[in-house]
């Protein structure tokens, strides 16, 4: 088959390995300024290079030029794995093929960006991802495929990552080579359980702990933002600046202490005043110095010790 493959990140170099190994002709669109170094994440333009794949990288894929180069590729599927770029009207009828996309969460829920973060901030108890034909309608199309992954009390963003990572490269080594019978088991998408979340809606650079939040609201907010190594929740202690690593997934008792005020510490970590009731810190890192353990930051705080 001719494939266009779409994307970024580990799923779409995995994605690129079994299309190359099965013998599929690819064109690789990498993500504008995907310059081939790998960071925390591979490059699929390197990875392109690496199984001889031809690659390009358009600055805006939905450009007059940039389209008609990938329509003269004459594919027989496109798909998409966490690119950056939303596709056009113009786009697809040029293309002329079956548009796919693998999208992170268990569509009609979590359209748009971060939904593995929404998914923990809402108290979802699974996320996933699902494999749907690409429309107008950003993730609005028709299902053809969902796998789903649990979501236990004290995951993290980056673990409920890595496992919907795990389960979307399996659905597409299932799916491919995406024959016309699979493409036809089509569900629409019921309205009625959609949300979208744009760019912007979930903030990640406000990492200080909004510590006056209800306990099990703020719980689930501090694992939605713990994404090594994109960012981790922080609050201040004296002139220190540390992280948490990991909380615990049970909410305390109810507290008259003002919010952020260190009730206990122990072994267990450290359980804090949030607005209503109690929460537990079970792991924390100092990004100062990351050879001191959690222990050893639990047992320099004081009782009573006031969190910023």
């Known amino acids: 088959?001719?494939?266009?493959?779409?994307?970024?990140?580990?799923?779409?170099?995995?994605?690129?390995?079994?299309?190359?190994?099965?013998?599929?002709?690819?064109?690789?669109?990498?993500?504008?300024?995907?310059?081939?170094?790998?960071?925390?994440?591979?490059?699929?333009?390197?990875?392109?290079?690496?199984?001889?794949?031809?690659?390009?990288?358009?600055?805006?894929?939905?450009?007059?030029?940039?389209?008609?180069?990938?329509?003269?590729?004459?594919?027989?599927?496109?798909?998409?794995?966490?690119?950056?770029?939303?596709?056009?009207?113009?786009?697809?009828?040029?293309?002329?093929?079956?548009?796919?996309?693998?999208?992170?969460?268990?569509?009609?829920?979590?359209?748009?960006?971060?939904?593995?973060?929404?998914?923990?901030?809402?108290?979802?108890?699974?996320?996933?991802?699902?494999?749907?034909?690409?429309?107008?309608?950003?993730?609005?199309?028709?299902?053809?495929a969902q796998r789903a992954v649990p979501i236990a009390p004290e995951d993290t963003a980056r673990e409920v990552y890595d496992r919907v990572c795990d389960a979307s490269v399996r659905l597409f080594a299932e799916s491919h080579p995406f024959p016309d019978a699979l493409l036809a088991q089509r569900r629409a998408q019921d309205a009625r359980g959609?949300?979208?979340?744009?760019q912007g809606d979930f903030d990640f650079s406000q990492r200080r702990v909004p510590w006056k939040r209800p306990a099990e609201e703020l719980q689930r907010w501090l694992r939605a933002m713990i994404f090594p190594p994109m960012q981790r929740p922080e609050f201040t202690t004296g002139r220190r600046r540390l992280e948490v690593v990991r909380v615990a997934g049970a909410i305390g008792g109810p507290t008259s202490a003002p919010p952020g005020t260190v009730v206990a510490a122990s072994d267990a970590g450290l359980e804090v005043a949030a607005g209503d009731r109690t929460l537990w810190l079970r792991e924390l890192a100092d990004p100062a110095d990351a050879a001191r353990t959690s222990a050893e930051l639990v047992r320099s705080i004081e009782p009573c010790a006031q969190l910023g």
């Open 1 to 144: 088959m001719r494939v266009i493959l779409c994307g970024k990140n580990a799923t779409a170099v995995r994605a690129l390995e079994i299309l190359v190994k099965r013998g599929d002709q690819v064109l690789v669109v990498a993500v504008h300024g995907d310059d081939g170094r790998d960071g925390w994440q591979p490059s699929l333009a390197a990875a392109a290079d690496r199984l001889g794949a031809a690659w390009v990288a358009p600055r805006r894929v939905n450009a007059p030029d940039a389209t008609a180069q990938l329509a003269a590729f004459s594919p027989d599927r496109l798909v998409s794995i966490q690119y950056d770029q939303i596709l056009r009207r113009e786009f697809f009828a040029a293309i002329g093929c079956p548009c796919l996309n693998l999208h992170f969460a268990l569509l009609p829920r979590h359209r748009g960006v971060a939904p593995i973060a929404w998914a923990l901030l809402e108290g979802d108890r699974e996320a996933g991802v699902t494999l749907h034909h690409m429309v107008v309608d950003i993730d609005g199309g028709d299902v053809i």
């Open 194 to 198: 959609a949300c979208y979340h744009r």
